[in-house]
């Protein structure tokens, strides 16, 4: 594109910024369309039945990821009888 990579943001010019913003308009994916091209993906993998998508349809992980630690990761923490009775005798 003939724009020096060292420059900063700020020094641009208004030409070189919609230059930019054209090349990646033209080359690039992205926004909405880059959103809707991985949901087909995914929706693709789904309806193949393949392994990739039935783990996205459980909302596991992909592959070679340790489940242990990713259980632990989600649980909720545990709140204790006391706790609960605390807050439902508190004074008004």
């Given at each position: 594109m003939g724009i020096d990579t060292s420059r900063r943001v700020n020094e641009l010019s208004d030409s070189e910024v919609l230059?930019?913003?054209e090349h990646i308009d033209a080359n690039l994916t992205v926004e909405g369309d880059l959103r809707r091209e991985v949901q087909?993906?995914?929706k693709r993998l789904m309806d193949l039945g393949c392994y990739r998508g039935d783990r996205f349809g459980r909302a596991l992980p992909r592959a070679?990821?340790?489940m242990r630690a990713l259980a632990a990761d989600?649980?909720?923490?545990?709140?204790?009888q006391a706790a609960v009775t605390a807050k439902v005798h508190q004074p008004l």
């Open positions: 230059q930019i913003r087909m993906n995914i070679r990821i340790r989600r649980q909720v923490p545990a709140v204790t």
